[in-house]
Nanobody
Protein backbone atom coordinates (compact mmCIF):
# COMPACT_ATOMS: atom_id res chain seq x y z
CA UNK A 1 0.00 0.00 0.00
CA UNK A 2 1.12 3.54 -0.74
CA UNK A 3 0.02 6.46 1.40
CA UNK A 4 -0.17 9.96 -0.07
CA UNK A 5 -0.51 12.87 2.34
CA UNK A 6 -1.72 16.37 1.52
CA UNK A 7 -2.40 19.62 3.29
CA UNK A 8 0.66 20.75 5.17
CA UNK A 9 1.85 24.32 5.19
CA UNK A 10 2.51 27.46 7.18
CA UNK A 11 -0.11 28.76 9.58
CA UNK A 12 -0.18 31.34 12.34
CA UNK A 13 -0.64 30.31 15.97
CA UNK A 14 -4.31 29.77 16.69
CA UNK A 15 -5.02 28.84 13.09
CA UNK A 16 -6.24 25.64 11.52
CA UNK A 17 -5.03 23.15 8.94
CA UNK A 18 -6.47 19.97 7.56
CA UNK A 19 -4.28 17.05 6.55
CA UNK A 20 -5.56 14.33 4.27
CA UNK A 21 -4.11 10.95 3.42
CA UNK A 22 -5.20 8.56 0.70
CA UNK A 23 -4.25 4.89 0.60
CA UNK A 24 -3.69 3.20 -2.74
CA UNK A 25 -5.49 0.05 -1.59
CA UNK A 26 -8.27 -0.80 0.77
CA UNK A 27 -7.39 -0.69 4.46
CA UNK A 28 -9.80 -2.82 6.52
CA UNK A 29 -11.64 -0.79 9.12
CA UNK A 30 -10.30 -3.11 11.84
CA UNK A 31 -6.78 -1.95 10.92
CA UNK A 32 -5.43 1.29 12.29
CA UNK A 33 -4.91 4.40 10.24
CA UNK A 34 -3.69 7.67 11.62
CA UNK A 35 -1.04 10.30 11.97
CA UNK A 36 2.35 10.61 13.62
CA UNK A 37 4.72 13.54 13.71
CA UNK A 38 8.42 14.07 14.07
CA UNK A 39 10.66 16.98 14.92
CA UNK A 40 14.34 16.82 13.91
CA UNK A 41 16.36 15.16 16.63
CA UNK A 42 13.34 13.60 18.31
CA UNK A 43 11.48 10.33 17.99
CA UNK A 44 8.39 10.06 15.87
CA UNK A 45 5.34 10.36 18.09
CA UNK A 46 1.70 9.41 17.81
CA UNK A 47 -0.72 12.25 17.09
CA UNK A 48 -3.98 10.41 16.46
CA UNK A 49 -4.96 6.93 15.36
CA UNK A 50 -8.24 5.29 14.55
CA UNK A 51 -9.67 1.84 13.96
CA UNK A 52 -13.16 0.43 14.13
CA UNK A 53 -12.65 -0.37 17.81
CA UNK A 54 -10.88 2.73 19.10
CA UNK A 55 -9.70 6.27 18.55
CA UNK A 56 -6.70 7.64 20.40
CA UNK A 57 -5.07 11.03 20.60
CA UNK A 58 -1.85 12.29 22.08
CA UNK A 59 -2.57 14.24 25.25
CA UNK A 60 -0.99 17.31 23.68
CA UNK A 61 -3.59 17.48 20.91
CA UNK A 62 -6.76 16.34 22.69
CA UNK A 63 -9.53 18.87 22.27
CA UNK A 64 -7.76 20.57 19.35
CA UNK A 65 -7.28 17.87 16.70
CA UNK A 66 -9.93 15.62 15.20
CA UNK A 67 -9.19 12.48 13.22
CA UNK A 68 -11.70 11.12 10.75
CA UNK A 69 -11.69 8.22 8.37
CA UNK A 70 -13.62 7.27 5.27
CA UNK A 71 -13.27 3.52 4.78
CA UNK A 72 -15.05 3.60 1.44
CA UNK A 73 -12.49 6.06 0.07
CA UNK A 74 -9.50 4.66 2.01
CA UNK A 75 -8.72 8.07 3.44
CA UNK A 76 -7.85 9.44 6.85
CA UNK A 77 -7.95 13.13 7.68
CA UNK A 78 -6.65 15.20 10.55
CA UNK A 79 -8.36 18.49 11.34
CA UNK A 80 -5.96 20.58 13.38
CA UNK A 81 -7.37 23.56 15.25
CA UNK A 82 -5.91 26.07 17.70
CA UNK A 83 -2.47 25.27 16.38
CA UNK A 84 0.54 26.06 18.53
CA UNK A 85 4.20 26.57 17.59
CA UNK A 86 4.99 23.27 19.30
CA UNK A 87 2.81 21.50 16.73
CA UNK A 88 5.45 22.31 14.13
CA UNK A 89 6.72 19.02 12.73
CA UNK A 90 6.67 16.71 9.78
CA UNK A 91 3.41 14.80 9.88
CA UNK A 92 3.31 11.22 8.61
CA UNK A 93 0.29 9.25 7.58
CA UNK A 94 0.23 5.71 8.97
CA UNK A 95 -1.63 2.52 8.19
CA UNK A 96 -1.36 -1.05 9.43
CA UNK A 97 -1.68 -3.44 6.53
CA UNK A 98 -0.68 -7.09 6.01
CA UNK A 99 0.85 -7.23 9.48
CA UNK A 100 3.16 -4.32 8.71
CA UNK A 101 3.33 -0.63 9.47
CA UNK A 102 3.10 1.56 6.39
CA UNK A 103 4.13 5.21 6.21
CA UNK A 104 3.45 8.08 3.89
CA UNK A 105 6.12 10.50 2.72
CA UNK A 106 5.46 13.17 5.34
CA UNK A 107 4.10 16.68 5.06
CA UNK A 108 5.54 19.71 6.82
CA UNK A 109 3.38 21.71 9.20
CA UNK A 110 4.86 24.97 10.46
CA UNK A 111 3.09 27.09 13.05
CA UNK A 112 4.68 30.50 13.26
CA UNK A 113 3.81 34.17 13.26
Amino acid sequence: VQLQAYGGGLVQPGGSLRLSCAASTSIPSRNSMGWYRQVPGKQRELVAIMSISSTNYADSVKGRFIISRDNAKNTVDLQMNSLKPEDTAIYYCYAYQNSRSKWGQGTQVTVSS
